[in-house]
Protein backbone atom coordinates (compact mmCIF):
# COMPACT_ATOMS: atom_id res chain seq x y z
CA UNK A 1 0.00 0.00 0.00
CA UNK A 2 1.22 3.24 -0.37
CA UNK A 3 3.50 4.77 1.98
CA UNK A 4 4.05 1.44 3.95
CA UNK A 5 8.04 2.09 4.45
CA UNK A 6 9.41 5.59 4.81
CA UNK A 7 12.13 7.13 5.84
CA UNK A 8 12.78 8.07 9.53
CA UNK A 9 16.48 9.10 9.48
CA UNK A 10 19.17 9.42 7.02
CA UNK A 11 23.22 9.83 8.22
CA UNK A 12 24.30 13.81 8.28
CA UNK A 13 26.75 12.01 5.74
CA UNK A 14 24.23 10.81 3.68
CA UNK A 15 23.09 14.68 2.96
CA UNK A 16 19.77 14.55 0.79
CA UNK A 17 19.68 11.26 -1.38
CA UNK A 18 17.96 11.48 -4.25
CA UNK A 19 15.81 9.28 -6.21
CA UNK A 20 16.67 6.81 -9.46
CA UNK A 21 14.55 5.80 -11.99
CA UNK A 22 14.31 1.96 -12.88
CA UNK A 23 12.52 0.38 -15.43
CA UNK A 24 9.57 -1.94 -14.55
CA UNK A 25 8.86 -5.04 -16.84
CA UNK A 26 5.18 -5.80 -17.78
CA UNK A 27 3.21 -7.42 -15.11
CA UNK A 28 -0.30 -7.51 -13.72
CA UNK A 29 0.47 -5.42 -10.32
CA UNK A 30 2.39 -2.00 -9.84
CA UNK A 31 4.70 -0.41 -7.00
CA UNK A 32 3.53 1.94 -5.32
CA UNK A 33 5.45 4.13 -2.80
CA UNK A 34 6.89 2.87 0.07
CA UNK A 35 6.93 -0.12 -1.38
CA UNK A 36 10.39 -2.01 -1.55
CA UNK A 37 12.12 -2.55 -5.11
CA UNK A 38 14.29 -5.52 -5.69
CA UNK A 39 15.95 -6.48 -8.65
CA UNK A 40 16.83 -10.04 -9.80
CA UNK A 41 20.97 -10.88 -10.45
CA UNK A 42 21.72 -9.65 -14.01
CA UNK A 43 18.17 -8.20 -14.58
CA UNK A 44 17.73 -4.95 -16.28
CA UNK A 45 14.05 -4.35 -15.23
CA UNK A 46 12.37 -4.86 -11.42
CA UNK A 47 8.79 -6.77 -11.40
CA UNK A 48 6.37 -5.89 -8.38
CA UNK A 49 7.06 -8.03 -5.54
CA UNK A 50 5.03 -10.64 -5.02
CA UNK A 51 6.54 -12.97 -2.03
CA UNK A 52 5.39 -13.11 1.33
CA UNK A 53 8.46 -13.10 3.66
CA UNK A 54 10.99 -10.49 2.51
CA UNK A 55 14.50 -10.20 2.85
CA UNK A 56 16.53 -13.19 4.28
CA UNK A 57 20.51 -12.65 4.04
CA UNK A 58 21.65 -14.87 1.21
CA UNK A 59 23.67 -17.87 3.22
CA UNK A 60 26.21 -18.18 3.93
CA UNK A 61 26.24 -14.64 4.17
CA UNK A 62 27.20 -13.77 0.79
CA UNK A 63 26.93 -10.72 -1.31
CA UNK A 64 23.92 -9.82 -3.10
CA UNK A 65 25.90 -9.72 -6.46
CA UNK A 66 27.04 -13.80 -5.44
CA UNK A 67 23.31 -14.78 -5.47
CA UNK A 68 19.94 -14.02 -6.15
CA UNK A 69 17.72 -10.82 -5.48
CA UNK A 70 18.70 -8.43 -3.75
CA UNK A 71 16.58 -4.60 -2.57
CA UNK A 72 17.37 -1.59 -4.46
CA UNK A 73 15.59 0.68 -2.52
CA UNK A 74 12.22 2.42 -1.81
CA UNK A 75 9.90 3.79 -4.30
CA UNK A 76 8.55 7.12 -4.51
CA UNK A 77 5.84 6.88 -7.19
CA UNK A 78 3.83 4.74 -9.09
CA UNK A 79 4.88 2.60 -11.43
CA UNK A 80 3.80 3.30 -14.88
CA UNK A 81 3.48 -0.51 -16.29
CA UNK A 82 0.77 -2.55 -17.20
CA UNK A 83 0.15 -6.37 -17.73
CA UNK A 84 1.46 -5.82 -21.41
CA UNK A 85 3.87 -2.29 -21.40
CA UNK A 86 6.85 -1.63 -19.57
CA UNK A 87 7.11 1.20 -17.58
CA UNK A 88 9.46 2.81 -15.02
CA UNK A 89 9.79 3.80 -11.18
CA UNK A 90 11.30 6.56 -9.36
CA UNK A 91 13.08 5.03 -6.16
CA UNK A 92 15.38 5.97 -3.09
CA UNK A 93 18.72 3.85 -2.79
CA UNK A 94 18.67 1.76 0.33
CA UNK A 95 21.31 1.56 2.77
CA UNK A 96 22.43 0.44 6.17
CA UNK A 97 22.58 3.76 7.74
CA UNK A 98 19.27 4.98 6.75
CA UNK A 99 16.11 4.18 9.39
CA UNK A 100 13.18 3.22 8.30
CA UNK A 101 9.74 3.34 9.73
CA UNK A 102 7.14 0.39 9.36
CA UNK A 103 3.68 -0.64 10.97
CA UNK A 104 4.10 -3.74 12.90
CA UNK A 105 2.45 -6.91 12.12
CA UNK A 106 1.17 -7.22 15.77
CA UNK A 107 0.50 -4.05 17.46
CA UNK A 108 0.49 -5.43 20.77
CA UNK A 109 3.81 -6.77 21.01
CA UNK A 110 5.18 -2.84 20.42
CA UNK A 111 2.43 -1.45 22.59
CA UNK A 112 4.85 -0.02 25.71
CA UNK A 113 8.24 0.88 25.56
CA UNK A 114 9.14 -2.27 27.57
CA UNK A 115 7.53 -4.62 25.21
CA UNK A 116 9.25 -2.70 22.21
CA UNK A 117 12.76 -2.24 23.93
CA UNK A 118 12.79 -5.60 24.46
CA UNK A 119 12.91 -6.42 20.32
CA UNK A 120 15.39 -3.56 19.89
CA UNK A 121 18.52 -5.68 17.77
CA UNK A 122 16.44 -8.62 16.63
CA UNK A 123 16.78 -9.79 12.92
CA UNK A 124 13.74 -9.66 11.28
CA UNK A 125 11.17 -10.33 7.89
CA UNK A 126 9.04 -7.81 6.41
CA UNK A 127 5.76 -9.47 5.65
CA UNK A 128 3.50 -8.62 2.83
CA UNK A 129 -0.50 -9.72 3.45
CA UNK A 130 -3.47 -8.61 0.99
CA UNK A 131 -0.72 -5.82 -0.72
CA UNK A 132 0.35 -4.60 2.87
CA UNK A 133 3.72 -4.22 4.75
CA UNK A 134 4.71 -4.54 7.61
CA UNK A 135 7.37 -5.94 10.15
CA UNK A 136 7.33 -9.28 11.79
CA UNK A 137 9.14 -9.27 15.08
CA UNK A 138 10.68 -12.75 15.33
CA UNK A 139 14.73 -13.00 15.65
CA UNK A 140 16.96 -14.78 13.39
CA UNK A 141 20.41 -14.83 12.13
CA UNK A 142 19.26 -14.66 8.77
CA UNK A 143 17.15 -12.45 8.53
CA UNK A 144 17.46 -8.53 7.22
CA UNK A 145 15.61 -5.99 8.83
CA UNK A 146 17.04 -5.06 12.37
CA UNK A 147 14.83 -3.31 14.70
CA UNK A 148 16.36 0.08 16.18
CA UNK A 149 14.76 2.03 19.21
CA UNK A 150 11.74 4.03 18.97
CA UNK A 151 9.40 6.12 21.57
CA UNK A 152 6.71 4.09 21.04
CA UNK A 153 4.40 6.85 22.68
CA UNK A 154 5.59 9.22 19.34
CA UNK A 155 5.42 6.49 16.65
CA UNK A 156 2.76 4.02 18.22
CA UNK A 157 1.99 0.58 16.58
CA UNK A 158 5.10 1.28 14.53
CA UNK A 159 8.75 -0.12 14.63
CA UNK A 160 12.22 1.75 13.19
CA UNK A 161 14.42 -0.69 11.14
CA UNK A 162 17.46 -0.38 9.12
CA UNK A 163 18.49 -3.31 6.28
CA UNK A 164 21.01 -5.40 6.47
CA UNK A 165 23.73 -4.81 3.95
CA UNK A 166 23.49 -8.37 2.64
CA UNK A 167 20.30 -7.82 1.50
CA UNK A 168 20.95 -5.09 -0.19
CA UNK A 169 21.52 -4.98 -4.18
CA UNK A 170 25.20 -3.95 -5.16
Known sequence: MIGDITILQQSS???????RLINVGP?????????PVFIVAGASAVLPNTATNLLTVPSPFVAYSVSGTGLLGIAQT?????STLAGSVEYVPANSDT????????????????????LVNNRVLIDRTAGTYTLLTTDSALNG???QPLNVFAYPGKIAFIFNDNVLAA
Not at 27 to 35: D, H, K, M, Q, T
Open 27 to 35: SAGVILPGE
Open 78 to 82: TSTNT
Open 145 to 147: CII
Open 99 to 118: VYIITANSATLVSTQAKYDA
Open 13 to 19: AQGGRGS
